[in-house]
């Protein structure tokens, strides 16, 4: 498990570089290489690599016209926990034919924050949606045991609207970036 992550940390990193993105060192800089329920806080380092990695990042498939999601969109709006309402911005990293490789999943809750992968895929022919959790990148201080919740819904060109999958938690909508 620790080598997907530390992969998955590399291939964010190459996708940022070459789209320029930056996005967000520190949230590089925190990704767990532990379990990522017990909040350990180990960091990895660059995974190394090769052509390989480049080469698979580069060539990431092309999703379906009706897609709406291609790496680089950032989606943002708000969902519904136990918290109350919070704040979600959803970045698509990876992508291969209509299957979301990896996305980050940040959000605020009153200033509680945190970030973690999420994955899955789009059914062109329905406009189903669904993303699974996958690592923390960074669980919120003081929250070890924060419960990784998925996403299920439909997207447009521009809204993913749906439910969190989670019994602690209920809708959400966002709306693509422009």
């Given at each position: ?42 960091s990895s ?73 999420v994955y ?25 045991n924060w ?32």
């Amino acid at each position: 498990m620790p080598e997907e992550v530390l992969v998955r940390a590399f291939v964010f990193a190459i996708v940022c570089s070459s789209l320029s993105l930056g996005c967000g060192g520190k949230i590089l800089a925190g990704t767990s290489t532990g379990d990522g329920a017990n909040g350990d806080g180990a960091s990895s380092g660059n995974a190394g690599g090769g052509a390989t990695q480049t080469a698979d990042a580069a060539d990431a498939g092309t999703p379906s016209a009706n897609d709406p999601f291609h790496v680089g969109d950032d989606w943002s709006g708000k969902f519904i926990c136990e918290g109350g309402p919070a704040d979600l911005d959803l970045h698509i990293v990876a992508m291969h034919d209509d299957e979301i490789d990896d996305a980050l999943f940040q959000f605020d809750l009153d200033g509680v924050t945190g970030s973690y992968h999420v994955y899955g895929d789009f059914d062109s022919a329905t406009a189903a949606v669904n993303l699974a959790p996958g690592e923390w990148i960074s669980l919120p201080t003081g929250y070890a045991n924060w419960p990784l919740v998925g996403m299920t819904g439909t997207a447009s060109a521009d809204s993913f609207t749906g439910m969190m999958t989670s019994t602690a938690c209920g809708e959400f909508a966002l709306t693509k970036e422009r």
